[in-house]
Every structure is written in C-alpha cells, then in structure tokens.
C-alpha cells in the first residue's frame, strides 16, 4: 500500500500561483510514477501532470502546459506541483496519485491521496 496525504491548496486571485505537494508512505516511492489529476464539480477526473520514477520525465496535459511545474524529491518521497498563472478554469480538487509506470489515465493509477481544494478568483 502507498498512502498520499496532498497539501498547498486554496484561494488565489487569477493570475497567482500556488504549490501542491504530496507526501508518500508505506512503500519505496522511487518504484513509483507520480501523477497529478484535478476534479471539477460536475466533470470527470482529467490528467494534470505526470513524472516519471527517476523524475527525468514530465508530462503535462495542454490545458497547463508552459503554467504547471512537476517536481518529485526521492529523498524526501514528495512530489509538487507548481502552478503559476492561475485561472478560474484551473479551479477543482487535485489528487496525487500513484502507479509503476508513467500513464495519463487516470483509471489506471492504484493509489490515490485525498485530494486538495484549488479555487481561482477572476
């Protein structure tokens, strides 16, 4: 079992920034690929960003890409989210989530935290 607690959310104005982190326990965290996925009321989950094991590879969907950073520290068994220029449209719970190999889909990660709330103000 691997447990994922997420932290960081909140209100921001548009056009702010915030950072999501996700600590891991239970199991050895580089065996894992991280993935974040973000659930807006009356939507489905949607793929975020995913980082590979060793973290040399990152993923990001469209919709965040060259606004999201992705960033795992091993020794630390965390993995954050940085997400500068927020927009209203960016608003929903944010799961970290967890899986052996790099996948965007969301069905196919085992292991997921309890989400954290992000509201972006226009």
């Known amino acids: 079992q691997v447990q994922l607690v997420e932290s960081g959310g909140g209100l921001v104005q548009a056009g702010g920034s915030l950072r999501l982190s996700c600590v891991a326990s239970g199991r050895t965290f580089s065996n894992y690929a991280m993935g974040w996925f973000r659930q807006a009321p009356g939507k489905e989950r949607e793929f975020v960003s995913v980082?590979?094991?060793?973290?040399?590879?990152?993923y990001y969907s469209d919709s965040v890409k060259g606004r999201f950073t992705i960033s795992r520290d091993n020794a630390k068994n965390t993995v954050n989210l940085q997400m500068n220029s927020l927009k209203p449209e960016d608003t929903a719970v944010y799961y970290c989530?967890?899986?052996?190999?790099?996948?965007?889909?969301?069905?196919?990660?085992?292991?997921w935290g309890q989400g954290t709330q992000v509201t972006v103000a226009s």
């Open positions: 989530a967890a899986r052996r190999q790099v996948d965007t889909n969301p069905t196919s990660f085992e292991y």
């Open positions: 980082i590979s094991r060793s973290g040399d590879s990152t």
